[in-house]
């Protein structure tokens, strides 16, 4: 099984290692990288693509998920919405199982103090059922480009990791709380 | 606005750091009205007689909420200081250097000078629900509502 696993190109390394480590003898790893020379180095490279192999990710060892527990925490404590980074986007806004409602902001940008302050309020109110974030596009300008963000304040609402809506520029509390209401 | 194109080539942003000395001397001609401490300050000036100068002229005002003014002013400065124009600060820019030389976003943008749409909320039309009054603001209330933050 091993020399067939050897032969035919697709057999995932693991087995080929083996089988070659298994059937060479001991004594001979000078011999066996004359005798098998070039083909063998040569397709080593080619073997090692299994990391890319569709079922390969589960072979991966990955560190487990961190648990967003610490993140639940610190949402109890803070009234209003919280500042995202680029490196949570994934893990607080695609992956979140409520709607997720981001500020996109910059530092001296006046109209988005009054947003943070809907925002903040709105951030109370739905505590629970949305969840709030900031995000400066200052510091993230590869999210705000990602979801073509060109004027700031610009509020985006997601469900299920998608974008459901966008409200650009500074508007009354009412618009974004209807926003809200047809999403949840 | 004749006056900020013709003061946007000046390098504020490259002038050497004062001296504990100069900076004491700078301070007294603050106070005197005669000009900035330093060159943010300088600019931060530039920015703010220009939004008064254009409000007036086109016709608009100030929002009735001052700090939204200040803030905005006060970027406007720090894009002068930093990029050499007073590049609008209430848009994300991929190349905030190539925007600049394209000038469309150059305080007074294109939408401002053509349909008074400032979307900054710096100059707002007598009929927007947010405009208020003025159509001044003074330096120290700037540095009041910036210094905030």
Known sequence: M???????????PRSLYGGVALAAPSAAPGRRRVGYGASATRRWPCCRRWAHW???ASRIRRPPPRPAAAATVSCAYSPGAETITACSWNEYVICSDIPVLIEFWASWCGPCRMVHR??????????GRIKCYKLDTDDYPQIATSYSIERIPTVLLFKDGEKIHSITGTLPKAVYVRAIEKSI | MMSVSSTTASPF??????SPRCLRKCAVRAQAGAGGADASDKSLEVMRKFSEQYARRSNTFFCSE??????????????KDQLGAPLCPCRHYDDKAAEVAQGFWNCPCVPMRERKECHCMLFLTPDNDFAGEDQAIALEEIKDATSKM
Request: hydrophobic fraction near 45%.
């Open chain 1, 2 to 12: 091993a020399a067939a696993a050897t032969c035919c190109c697709p057999a995932p």
């Open chain 1, 54 to 56: 569709p079922g390969a």
């Open chain 1, 118 to 127: 809907i925002v903040d309020e709105i951030a109370q109110e739905y505590a």
């Open chain 2, 13 to 18: 942003g490259l002038s050497p750091m004062p």
């Open chain 2, 66 to 79: 001052k700090s939204v003014t200040a803030v905005v002013i006060k970027g406007l400065a720090d894009h």
